[in-house]
T-cell receptor, first 113, second 115 residues
Framework: AQTVTQSQPEMSVQEAETVTLSCTYDTSENNYYLFWYKQPPSRQMILVIRQEAYKQQNATENRFSVNFQKAAKSFSLKISDSQLGDTAMYFCAFMRRGNKLVFGAGTILRVKS | DTEVTQTPKHLVMGMTNKKSLKCEQHMGHRAMYWYKQKAKKPPELMFVYSYEKLSINESVPSRFSPECPNSSLLNLHLHALQPEDSALYLC??????????????FGPGTRLTVL
């Protein structure tokens, strides 16, 4: 069975600094997708970034980038120039066949001014 | 536009009430999902509809009854709920079901309280 592990329950970062959220996963599949979703206190789950496992190049979206290490089954999220609006719960997720998302437990990120 | 809308935003119901949650998307997506989310926990999948047909039921109690009247609309009918069913109910949609991998876009959720 696929599992996703986020080992950091909570993290804090100063505004304008960089922070990295960790995620590891376990699967026997070779082709899959990985996602980071953000859920602010307003509760809407927002897609931050996605990575195709067959692509070696790390995905980037503006201030958000990932470090995808397929052999190590690691998928960390780096947020550069952190902003107050980045305060949220961040979920790492693995896409299984059949369109089933497997979520990690989440990391609460607080950006401080 | 990646908008999924959900109504109502908040719902309070008694254990003997019947109510419905509504989800709508106009992105031409052919897969729609219901998730249940408890506070500070990840979402838990409940149901998946692919091409308007129920494709996954994650052993959800029968007091939750999903319905997909058309490709844009998804309902969740609630009856005889328990207080432990209080949670945030999230709807999501994706473009191409059954294609192995497909990005899901979420609605803002309905906060349900069962008294």
């Amino acid at each position: 069975a696929q599992t996703v592990t986020q080992s950091q329950p909570e993290m804090s970062v100063q505004e304008a600094e960089t922070v990295t959220l960790s995620c590891t996963y376990d699967t026997s599949e070779n082709n899959y997708y990985l996602f980071w979703y953000k859920q602010p206190p307003s509760r809407q789950m927002i897609l931050v970034i996605r990575q195709e496992a067959y692509k070696q190049q790390n995905a980037t979206e503006n201030r958000f980038s990932v470090n995808f290490q397929k052999a190590a089954k690691s998928f960390s999220l780096k947020i550069s120039d952190s902003q107050l609006g980045d305060t949220a719960m961040y979920f790492c997720a693995f896409m299984r066949r059949g369109n089933k998302l497997v979520f990690g437990a989440g990391t609460i990120l607080r950006v401080k001014s | 536009d990646t908008e999924v809308t959900q109504t109502p935003k908040h719902l309070v119901m008694g254990m003997t009430n019947k109510k419905s949650l509504k989800c709508e998307q106009h992105m031409g997506h052919r897969a729609m999902y219901w998730y249940k989310q408890k506070a500070k926990k990840p979402p838990e999948l409940m149901f998946v509809y692919s091409y308007e047909k129920l494709s996954i039921n994650e052993s959800v109690p029968s007091r939750f009854s999903p319905e997909c009247p058309n490709s844009s609309l998804l309902n969740l009918h609630l009856h005889a709920l328990q207080p432990e069913d209080s949670a945030l109910y999230l709807c999501a949609s994706s473009l191409r079901p059954g294609r192995g991998t497909d990005t899901q876009y979420f609605g803002p959720g309905t906060r349900l309280t069962v008294l």
